[in-house]
Nanobody, 118 residues
Framework: QVQLVESGGGLVQAGGSLRLSCAAS????????MGWYRQAPGKQRELVAT???????DYADSVKGRFTISRDNAKKTVYLQMNSLKPEDTAVYYC????????????WGQGTQVTVST
């Protein structure tokens, strides 16, 4: 059994910052890639950012220059530093793990709410 425990969500004013964390534990022996997705009300879940165990990153165009993803391989933990937050960043943010290069993101966290007020 694999658990992904997220923390760091909350309410922040536009222009503010938040840092999300997600720690993987349990029967997970490899974390090729870890990432963050988000889902706003009435919208589909979308990619926010991903990072491989080698440090390669990928970002949605809407967050480039504002969000930074990083990871601690030893702790199997991924972080998302979110700066210059906008109301349109409001969503439930989900942590996800892709165990191997040939596998999909098949482990998901429970989600953490991020709300950005005007």
């Amino acid at each position: 059994q694999v658990q992904l425990v997220e923390s760091g969500g909350g309410l922040v004013q536009a222009g503010g910052s938040l840092r999300l964390s997600c720690a993987a534990s349990g029967s997970i022996f490899s974390t090729y890639a870890m990432g963050w997705y988000r889902q706003a009300p009435g919208k589909q879940r979308e990619l926010v950012a991903t990072v491989t165990d080698g440090g390669s990153t990928d970002y949605a165009d809407s967050v480039k220059g504002r969000f930074t993803i990083s990871r601690d391989n030893a702790k199997k933990t991924v972080y998302l530093q979110m700066n210059s937050l906008k109301p349109e960043d409001t969503a439930v943010y989900y942590c996800a793990v892709r165990p191997a290069v040939w596998s999909p993101y098949n482990y998901w966290g429970q989600g953490t709410q991020v709300t950005v007020s005007t």
